[in-house]
């Protein structure tokens, strides 16, 4: 029901805009966010947007470098990732509550839908 793309590999430094698509149902009043997770470490949080109010939240390893921005007409959120780091390097996932309760935004645990992952790998 959600489809993670725009992954792929780029310098560190670099950009690159992940799109993470619903099919099957709208999710245009959910609470959604990414999460990402590299290898042998625990799923994290990246960043997560209101449906309601637009007010967004980062992780601040990427505040002031990702943009989470929504387009409910399109049933899609977008995660802008700009000044890339090797750090930076995991697999991203996109994921939805079942409302638009913000309540820890940041555990991965709150969140039932979830899309399949794209590969985001920053070379140095």
């Known amino acids: 029901q959600l489809q993670a793309s725009g992954g792929g590999l780029v310098q560190a430094g670099g950009s690159l805009r992940l799109s993470c698509e619903a099919s099957?149902?709208?999710?245009?009043?959910?609470?959604m966010g990414w999460f990402r997770q590299a290898p042998g470490k625990e799923r994290e949080f990246v960043a997560a947007?209101?449906?309601?109010?637009?007010?967004?939240y980062y992780a601040d390893s990427v505040k002031g470098r990702f943009i989470i921005s929504r387009d409910n007409a399109k049933n899609t959120v977008y995660l802008q990732m700009n000044s890339l780091k090797p750090e930076d390097t995991a697999v991203y996932y996109c994921?939805?509550?079942?409302?638009?309760?913000?309540?820890?935004?940041?555990?991965?645990?709150?969140?039932?839908?979830w899309g399949q992952g794209t590969q985001v790998t920053v070379s140095s």
């Open positions: 099957g149902r709208t999710f245009s009043k959910n609470f």
């Open positions: 947007i209101s449906w309601s109010s637009g007010r967004t």
């Open positions: 994921a939805a509550k079942t409302s638009d309760y913000s309540a820890y935004y940041y555990s991965w645990l709150e969140y039932s839908y």
